[in-house]
């Protein structure tokens, strides 16, 4: 069982930033892929990024690359999104999500393919 809680949510204007943070429980986090993904109201998740368990390999959204970077402390237990050149169009709930996998360098988009959910946390991206 994996416990995640993200933070760093809030109100920015457009072309700020934020730094979100996922931090998991127990001492298996290295074990475990990591995603984010968002939910803007109205609309379908969508995959934002993903990293491997070792953190060798990541993963961006088409709409995202170029502007946020995923990457991940284990001996921290924890994840992060830092969220660059933010626009309205970000704004949304953000959720982190882990997948065990044995491959080091496996990462996913689909959200199917993950074991454990976090409750999320609210970006806000004012014009």
């Known amino acids: 069982q994996v416990h995640l809680v993200e933070s760093g949510g809030g109100s920015v204007q457009a072309g700020g930033s934020l730094r979100l943070s996922c931090t998991a429980s127990g001492r298996t986090f290295s074990s475990y892929a990591m995603g984010w993904f968002r939910q803007a109201p109205g609309k379908e998740r969508e995959f934002v990024a993903a990293i491997s368990r070792s953190g060798g390999r990541t993963s961006y959204g088409d709409s995202v690359k170029g502007r946020f970077a995923i990457y991940r402390d284990n001996a921290k237990n924890t994840v992060y999104l830092q969220m660059n050149s933010l626009k309205p169009e970000d704004t949304a709930v953000y959720c982190c999500?882990?997948?065990?996998?044995?491959?080091?360098?496996?990462?996913?988009?689909?959200?199917?393919?993950?074991?454990?959910w976090g409750q999320g946390t609210q970006v806000t991206v004012s014009s």
């Open positions: 999500a882990a997948e065990w996998n044995p491959n080091t360098l496996v990462v996913h988009s689909n959200s199917e393919q993950y074991d454990y």
